[in-house]
């Protein structure tokens, strides 16, 4: 069961990924700075490990999808942005085997992943769309570390789960996914 609980962020990230559309997330409510938990292995979810990532700030992320492989070229649709937490750092390291960036097949980010869902993790994820060349942006973010992810489709092949780790403090970051 706990596995199960452990890995549904990225899961729910996926599929709002692959659901195409996708207005922008503006930012959320004011709430308090996150200072990372020390404690040694509890992945709860806990709304109060995510309350970091309500807070308006002014962290920037400006992105694009650079993905290359067989298949032509790829593209994507939706980016998520999920707030790292024990729990979500748990969920990324058993979906992508990696709490700092990965690319692998949907199929086997989907294989990992339980049919539940957390409906709490949604209130704390921000999506926005790609355009035509697969740049992205986020902002108004707090301090703190992130999960950016999306999916890369190519024209011809096997559709590809991108994950990366960034992390905002005050001004603009430029991150490439491939």
């Known amino acids: 069961m706990k596995r199960m609980i452990l890995i549904a962020l990225a899961a729910s990230a996926l599929a709002a990924c692959e659901s195409g559309g996708g207005a ?3 930012p959320a409510p004011s709430g308090p700075a996150y200072t990372p938990p020390s404690s040694g292995g509890n992945e709860a979810f806990r709304d109060s490990d995510f309350a970091w990532s309500t807070g308006a700030g002014s ?3 400006n992105g694009v999808l650079a993905f290359s492989g067989p298949g032509g070229k790829y593209t994507c649709s939706d980016v998520i942005l999920a707030p790292e937490t024990p729990w979500s750092r748990a969920r990324m390291h058993i979906l992508y085997l990696s709490t700092t960036q ?8 989907k294989g990992r992943t339980p049919p539940e869902h957390s409906a709490d ?5 921000r999506k926005t769309s790609c355009d035509a060349n697969g740049a992205f942006s986020f902002s108004g973010l707090p301090n703190g570390a992130w999960y950016v992810i999306t ?5 011809n092949g ?3 789960a991108v994950m990366r780790r960034v992390t905002t403090n005050g001004g603009t970051i430029h991150v ?3």
């Open 24 to 26: 922008s997330v503006g």
């Open 59 to 61: 962290g920037a992320i």
């Open 102 to 109: 990965a690319a692998m097949p949907v199929d086997d980010v």
């Open 121 to 125: 993790y949604q209130r704390y994820a």
């Open 151 to 155: 999916v890369a489709t190519p024209a």
């Open 158 to 160: 096997t559709r590809m």
């Open 176 to 178: 490439t996914l491939h």
